[in-house]
């Protein structure tokens, strides 16, 4: 697995600070991706001592999101559990480019999930007609339950 870049963001998980590390090598490919420069294979080996540094150097963080890794989804769901014993109370999240059945992840890992493929027509999260979903992920029962918050991307009005 390699990352190209890495970012604080504020919107890509509600109500978290984030560390948004996008990953290269997407199998999706989805027309009109504001990202498409992360289908091709680029950037640097990520390995769990390279994720831990990059954590280690953003201080104040509450969530690590993977921003694809759709090539190497198990790869993604085993840095999660990582994370998780490392780190207590630090949050996860995957953005896959993969509809929820395709996506075949143990979301026992995760605490966020986006799924679906980028279509232009339907537009991104914040659109009233968008395809992709986002999900708050429940870990109260023997099953992990997954909550829809894609409404809290999407913009109202008064």
């Known amino acids: 697995m390699k990352y190209v870049d890495t ?3 504020f919107r890509e998980v509600p109500d978290e600070v984030t560390l948004a590390i996008n990953i290269s090598n997407c199998p ?3 027309p009109g991706c504001h990202s498409s420069y992360l ?4 950037g640097e080996p990520l390995d769990f001592d390279v994720l831990k540094k990059l954590i280690d150097n953003n201080p104040g963080i509450t969530c690590v999101s993977f921003m694809g890794g759709d ?9 999660s559990r990582k994370l998780k014993q490392c780190y207590p109370g630090l949050k996860t999240c995957w953005y ?6 395709q996506a075949k992840i143990n979301f026992d890992t995760l605490d966020f ?3 679906g493929p980028f279509i232009d027509e339907y537009g991104p999260l914040d659109s009233p ?5 986002f999900y708050a992920i429940s870990h109260n029962g023997k ?5 829809d918050w894609t409404h809290r991307f999407q913009k109202t009005t008064l």
Not at 96 to 101: H, I, K, M, N, Q
Not at 129 to 133: C, E, G, M
Not at 143 to 147: A, F, V
């Open 28 to 30: 999706v490919k989805c």
């Open 129 to 133: 007609t968008t395809n992709q979903r």
């Open 7 to 9: 970012k604080v963001v």
């Open 143 to 147: 099953e992990s339950e997954l909550i």
């Open 113 to 115: 999930v986006k799924v």
């Open 39 to 42: 289908a091709q294979d680029i």
């Open 71 to 79: 090539a190497q989804r198990e790869l993604v769901g085993e840095f």
């Open 96 to 101: 896959s480019g993969r509809d929820l059945e």
